[in-house]
């Protein structure tokens, strides 16, 4: 049957039929369209959170991919033993095993037997003996618990007032340096909270004490390092070379920045408000005449000229716009090519005459490579990011204490990175204080193979005298 054999009501039948199929279709693509802007918007938010592990600006160390599996590896072994910093569990290949320091025994016990387990006949004397170390602590100790009877005197000649002192008795509070060193260390070495702080003395010593009184003595701790922090500072003022990076942290809720400024003997944090150059300026001090070893932050070429950009920031970066760009695999390659090429070079020992010619060369190789007409984004970008920094990618080949990278920075940060995200935020200005001050006594005295508890004790001790010479009123001789 054809149209023309149709009726009229069969016709409109069929139009109607018609009509609604078109109008099902129409809202199965609506649907489908829908369910299309539903999954573009979740890519679209996978993809912001992936940018912020994979990006040029994040360490190898910290970016989150899976490792490869080994082909000889059990296809069922467990992913606990996977590790995503990009390493392998376990030692090395090629490196020689770490065996623990064994010490010497404090006490010997002979360990005998009488009779033979099994059938319960007299031994007589052992025919060899089995050593074995055993290494053990001690119960946890109570604490000790003085009172110092200070005795007031009075001068006849000049009426001044004296309370005698005593080297283990505080002007402050009533908990030792011991106390005050252990309750620094739980926070900053140990990163628990003021309250298992409280709970540790507690279990371990029998001393009770509240979170407020943990935080006083960490406190205390800070006041009495402080001096040491500002010598700290003196020496990293009169480096030749200061490797320095920055991260953010909260102060009340706020965004604050803690700097980092190291050397290889000395590290200073310092949390400010600002990101800007004057932070620099404030702790190097405005006529600092050594070399910066930084990223691409624009707050150090504002502070000095005598820079030395990192090339670790440069390399992954580079790298990052060869796996989306074709046309930047070349640039990613010469660069790669020119750092190792560098890199072997200085390790022949050059003369100074060496260097400067070297150094002349590799300007005139970057020079030539930013001289390439780019119009695509990402690769114009990082070109531009190169010429921008022409006088400051190869101080380190004129200048042999000059690192090319700011990894040593770059690992002073993460303890406060991790103390960060236990902490969450930093209350006040007491805060940023007590954490600037204990993080750059141990980082520094980490660096230097010094004890930090002995070094905590000592700063304590010494400043109660100081406080104490400070207090002692100066009185004219009479006559």
């Not at 990009?86 to 009779?115: A, F, I, K, L, Y």
């Not at 080297?167 to 309250?195: H, K, T």
């Not at 980082?443 to 010479?469: C, F, H």
């Amino acid at each position: 049957m054809n149209g023309d054999d149709l009726t009229k009501e069969e016709l409109l039948s069929r139009f109607l039929q018609l009509e609604q199929r078109v109008e099902e279709l129409e809202q199965e693509l609506t649907q489908k369209n829908k369910r299309i802007e539903e999954q573009n918007e979740q890519i679209e938010e996978l993809e912001a959170r992936l940018r912020k592990y994979e990006n040029p600006h994040t360490p190898p160390s910290k970016r989150r991919s899976a490792t490869p599996r080994s082909p000889t590896s059990d296809s069922d072994e467990d992913d606990d033993n996977v590790r995503t910093d990009g390493g392998t569990p376990g030692r090395n290949d090629g490196h020689d095993p770490e065996w623990r320091t064994v010490s010497d025994p404090d006490e010997e016990v002979e360990v005998t037997c009488d009779c033979c387990p099994e059938c319960g006949e007299d031994l007589d004397e052992s025919v060899g003996v089995s050593p074995r170390l055993v290494e053990e602590i001690p119960d946890p100790q109570p604490p000790v618990v003085t009172r110092y009877n200070r005795h007031c005197y009075e001068c006849e000649s000049c009426g001044t007032a004296t309370v005698a002192s005593h080297p283990d008795c505080p002007d402050e509070g009533q908990f030792g340096v011991n106390v005050i060193a252990q309750a620094a260390l739980s926070r900053y070495e140990q990163r628990l909270p003021y309250r298992k702080i409280a709970d540790r003395f507690e279990q371990l010593c029998g001393l009770e004490l509240s979170g407020a009184s943990a935080w006083h003595a960490t406190e205390r701790a800070a006041r009495a390092g402080r001096c040491e922090y500002e010598q700290i500072r003196r020496h990293i003022q009169d480096a030749d070379v200061v490797h320095v990076d920055e991260t953010g942290v909260k102060r009340d809720g706020d965004q604050a920045w803690i700097w980092t400024f190291r050397t290889a003997e000395h590290t200073l944090y310092a949390v400010r408000e600002s990101r800007g150059h004057d932070v620099p300026a404030e702790v190097l001090g405005e006529d600092f005449a050594g070399t910066v070893v930084c990223d691409g932050w624009t707050a150090y070429p504002a502070f000095t000229s005598n820079l030395q950009r990192c090339w670790a920031h440069l390399l992954r970066e580079a790298e990052d716009v060869a796996d989306d760009h074709k046309k930047g695999e070349r640039i990613h390659r010469s660069l790669r090519q020119m750092y190792v090429g560098l890199q072997a070079w200085l390790e022949t020992d050059p003369t100074v005459r060496e260097r400067a010619q070297m150094h002349r060369s590799a300007r005139a190789e970057l020079t030539s490579l930013v001289e390439r007409s780019e119009t695509d984004g990402a690769v114009a970008t990082l070109l531009g990011k190169i010429e921008g920094g022409l006088d400051h990618w190869l101080t380190f080949v004129g200048e042999p204490a000059v690192s090319p990278t700011n990894n040593a920075a770059e690992n002073a940060l993460r303890e406060p990175v991790v103390l960060r995200k236990i902490i969450g935020t930093l209350r006040n200005d007491h805060g940023m204080f007590v954490h600037e001050t204990l993080l750059s006594l141990l980082a520094t005295w980490r660096q230097q193979g010094r004890n930090p508890y002995e070094e905590l004790k000592r700063v304590a001790r010494d400043n109660e005298m100081i406080s104490r010479a400070q207090a002692v009123p100066v009185v004219e001789p009479s006559g």
